[in-house]
T-cell receptor, first 115, second 113 residues
């Protein structure tokens, strides 16, 4: 099973709301990733977790707050977002973070709209 | 610094025709190369990858790619496309010392009958 699941599929929120995106994998992968993808653009890396610890933060604004409660779960907490944050948020996982050759498996994404 | 260039932003083809999607990379060290496909309103799915060994790599759905070190290219090919191949295709690279995937800007493949 190479499935990464993400919930919700769609999310509409106001600029004052607090919401969370959830990602789950049961492949025993120890590295998990959040990407942001704008329309007709490639995915951009936001965060990397390795063994449940944050290892990469690509200078993402603090209104995005990641959390890795356990090795299977990855959350992205959202607060005070701006309309330009509207995008497809993709989660991915790989066996390890170390080797560059580990395939990253992507979830279907959460389509976020900020009003 | 590594980078990926996908030379065509859009490729329209007719069903059953062959197709080539071009990808060039720049890197000063050994690279690992990937092609991902993204169908409308879906996440990314790995088509194939080059890590080492044979320069001709076969992937899913009848796609293949050839790694050419001298031309720093990793072009994706399919001898006969189907309507269902209509999607966005991303070439990506990672270096030996890093883990981040660097994506190209993508190529939209549109297959019509």
């Amino acid at each position: 099973d190479t499935e990464v699941t993400q919930t919700p599929k769609h999310l509409v929120m106001g600029m004052t709301n607090k919401k969370s995106l959830k990602c789950e994998q049961h492949m025993g992968h120890r590295a998990m990733y959040w990407y942001k993808q704008k329309a007709k653009k490639p995915p951009e890396l936001m965060f990397v977790y390795s063994y449940e610890k944050l290892s990469i933060n690509e200078s993402v604004p603090s209104r995005f707050s990641p959390e890795c409660p356990n090795s299977s779960l990855l959350n992205l907490h959202l607060h005070a977002l701006q309309p330009e944050d509207s995008a497809l948020y993709l989660c991915a996982s790989s066996r390890n973070r170390g080797p560059s050759t580990d395939t990253q498996y992507f979830g279907p994404g959460t389509r976020l709209t900020v009003l | 610094a590594q980078s990926v260039t996908q030379l065509d932003s859009q490729v329209p083809v007719f069903e059953e025709a062959p197709v080539e999607l071009r990808c060039n990379y720049s890197s000063s060290v050994s690279v690992y190369l990937f092609w991902y496909v993204q169908y409308p309103n879906q996440g990314l799915q790995l088509l194939l990858k080059y890590l080492s060994g044979s320069t001709l790599v076969k992937g899913i759905n009848g796609f293949e790619a050839e790694f050419n070190k001298s031309q720093t290219s990793f072009h994706l090919r399919k001898p006969s496309v189907h309507i269902s191949d209509t999607a966005e295709y991303f070439c990506a690279v990672s270096e030996g010392t890093g883990t981040a995937l660097i994506f190209g800007k993508g190529t939209t493949l549109s297959v019509s009958s």
